[in-house]
Structure formats: structure tokens, C-alpha cells
């Protein structure tokens, strides 16, 4: 079934009660990629992680990772494996070095090595001066990158990152993801979480979820080709009441907030351009400058769940 990927899973699924977390997910993942899982929180993506890695048994469908079955060898895929969770899992009363003694236990790592890895994660996180220091008086950014050495200790084959970046400043987040390429550049399978839409970009492919359900999936520049219609970056003095005003004209089907802009989603810029612009004038806006321009994956994402809404309205499931 894996075909050599390192991850394939065909109809995932995760119930709760009556409650579906995950919706028969199917996915590919090719060695040595960097995937992006994207959706804002509650859409599913740490329980779909969860049930990748071994946690969580799925209610339904089948999958492999690392070649091991899902549902019959959780044990085996958390030995192939490196796991890293949105509050890092380190301990923050032990010193930076107990932290990778420990995991280097948690993982066998062989005692002849490892004061190799130890040596390579202090590198790798920068933090061979800190070695002593106590985890708990580091700074965000700084965890993050021990925690990340840690996951990958054992020298897994694929890695697990579930909102990795959540809570860290923007300089850490992008130094992170520098760490992520030196990975998957080296072989490494990264399998990622995230509801930063900017962070897609360093992807070499990306699901969106939402609700559960797998809505779009592709490279980042397929994604962004996946809505027909166009959009108007509009600029616009009182922008927060020009967004519910739009909601009012028919030539717009979806706005949102982007920056100190608003985008819209129209079927036709160019025609629709000018109707925008005289409908925002008749309701009292100035300073009004509009222009099309090619969609961001965020426009992407909110288009697909706009749509996803009202085919649910639709279906009475909303």
C-alpha cells in the first residue's frame, strides 16, 4: 500500500461518540518531503497526527507509516518515528543536557553514540553554551530547537511536528523551518502541523482540513490555482466597515480582512472592479483604491471553507 511513500493512508477516520474529528482522510506522502497540514484549531489535525504517530487508535480506514500498519502496529511506527508536540514535552526542572540524556534514553539511542547526538543537538539548537541551564529559563525559540533535537535523537526516518511554531516569535519561527530544510534536504520525512498560512510556503506539498474533512490538497502553487474566481485587493478608509458593508453587494462572494487591505473574491476583476468601487462610494467610503491581484493561500483557504459552510447549510449538518 505505501508504494515506497512514507506515509499513505486511505479514509482515516477518528470518532468520538458522535462526534467525527476526522473524516476519511486519504493521503500520500513521498520520502523526504516537507508536508504541510493546514487548518485553523479544532479542524483535526492534532488528532489525525496523533493517529499517525502511533497515539491514538483510528476508527476507520487503513495506512501505513515507516512501512508499518496503523492499525495493528502503533508500537513499531513510535520506534521509526520522531514526535515533537505543540508544548515541546521537556522538562522544564531538568538542565538543557539532562533533557537530551533523557530522551536519549527514552529512544535507545546507543550508549557508544550518545555523546555524538548529545554533541550534535547542543549545535544544531545552538545551545552548547546553555548546556546547564535549566530548560525552564529559556526562551521560546530556544526550547523549540532542543525539543526538536530531541525528537530527532534516535535519527528517525520521518518527524512529526504538531504546531511547532505556535507561541514563538516570528525570527524563531523562520529559523525553524531553516532546521525543517536541512532535514528533508538530509532525507528526513517532515510531516507538519500548522494554522500559519505563511509557513506553506517552505512546504513541498500541503493538505487543508477543515471540519475534519480534507478539503484541498496539492503543492503550494497548484493550491493557489484551485479557486476560479479572481480578487480585488481593495484599500479602503474604515476598512472593518467597509468588510460588512461588502457583505451587502452581490458582485462580492467572499471578503476578508488581509493586512490593512481587504481582499474579494469577485468572478470577474476587471468588470467588477469599477461596480465595487462606485458601490462603496454611494455608502459614504473614501480614499478607495482597488486593484486584482493573484490569490495567497490565505484567500485560498477562506474561499474553501466559505464554500465548505454553505454546502453544509445546505446539507442541514451545519
Known sequence: MNNGNAVTVRDLTRTFGDFTAVDRISLEVEAGQVFG?????????????????????????????????VMTESELIKRHIGYMSQKFSLYDDLTVEENIDFYAGIYNVPKVRRSERKDWVLSMAGLADKRRQLTGALAGGWKQRLALGCAVLHEPPILFLDEPTSGVDPLSRRQFWDLIAQMSHGGTTVFVTTHYMEEAEYCHELALIYRGRMIAKGTPAHVKTIIPDDILEIHV???????????GCELVKEAALFGDALHAVVKDAPAASANVQHYLAEKGFMQIDIGQ??????????????????????????
Open 237 to 247: 478608509d474604515r476598512p472593518f466597515e467597509a468588510l460588512e458593508s461588502l457583505e
Open 37 to 69: 497540514f493546514l487548518g485553523p484549531n479544532g479542524a483535526g489535525k492534532s488528532t489525525t497526527i496523533r493517529m499517525l504517530c502511533g497515539l491514538l487508535q483510528p476508527s476507520s480506514g487503513e495506512g501505513r507509516v515507516a512501512g508499518f500498519d
Open 293 to 318: 491581484v493573484a490569490p495567497s493561500l490565505e484567500d485560498v483557504f477562506v474561499s474553501l471553507i466559505e464554500h465548505e459552510d454553505r454546502q453544509r447549510l445546505q446539507e442541514g449538518k451545519a
